[in-house]
Every structure is written in C-alpha cells, then in structure tokens.
C-alpha cells in the first residue's frame, strides 16, 4: 500500500504548475532523503541512467491549471527496443529475494503487452 497525498493550492503570479513539478521532482519516496545524497548514492550504485522513471505525467491547462503522478512503471521505446522501468522500496530489512520477485510482477504486464 502506498500513501497518496492529493496538494491544492494557489501559485503566485510569478510561477506556474511546472515550477512545483520541478520542486517536487525526484520524490523522496523514490529517490530517499536528503535528495542530492540518495541520488549521489543511487547513481553509484545501480550505474545506469534511470531516464524516466519516476518522472512526472500530467497535464497543465491554459488557465495553468494541472495534475500530475508519477511514472512508477514505464518504458522507453527506441525504435524496437524498450527498456522497462519498474522499482522496490528498498529500506534497512528488505529480503532481497521478495524485492526481485516484486520487480518481476511489476514488470510482467508491460512484458505481456510488449510480447503481444
């Protein structure tokens, strides 16, 4: 179960929905706290680009009005390869077998759609 905390407010003049995407982006619950050290250690760790994942998906109006999630499970496609993005909560007493079967079943329905 993941916690979801739906925001509302009002943006001065001056900003817009994008810069509070920007603020927001990478969220702590994917990237851990305090944000430029767990990036600085996930970049090491996993030595790779992590792309899009966990990026922002939304929508922003002319009113500037938007809404957004983020992209927890996604692809990039490249002609005919895709690279599938999907993660764990990784956290100090997580049993790594649960966590690599966990990230196989979050990849099984873009690997179904994929395969045909």
């Known amino acids: 179960t993941h916690l979801a905390s ?3 407010g009002r943006l ?22 305090p944000t430029d050290t767990a990036m600085d250690l996930i970049r090491e760790l996993e030595g790779m680009d992590r792309g899009r994942y966990a990026g922002p998906v939304g929508w922003v ?3 500037g009005d ?19 993005f ?7 007493d997580s049993d790594p077998d649960a966590e690599l079967a966990e990230a196989r079943t ?3 329905p873009m690997q179904d759609a994929l395969s045909g």
């Open 61 to 63: 109006d002319a009113r």
């Open 6 to 8: 739906p925001v509302r």
């Open 86 to 92: 999907a993660g764990c909560g990784i956290v100090a």
């Open 12 to 33: 001065t003049a001056d900003r817009s929905v994008l810069d509070v995407v920007a603020a927001l982006h990478p969220t702590p619950a994917v990237c851990g706290t």
């Open 66 to 84: 938007g809404e957004w999630g983020i992209a927890l499970r996604c692809a990039e496609i490249d002609g005919t390869r895709a690279r599938l």
């Open 106 to 108: 979050k990849f099984r």
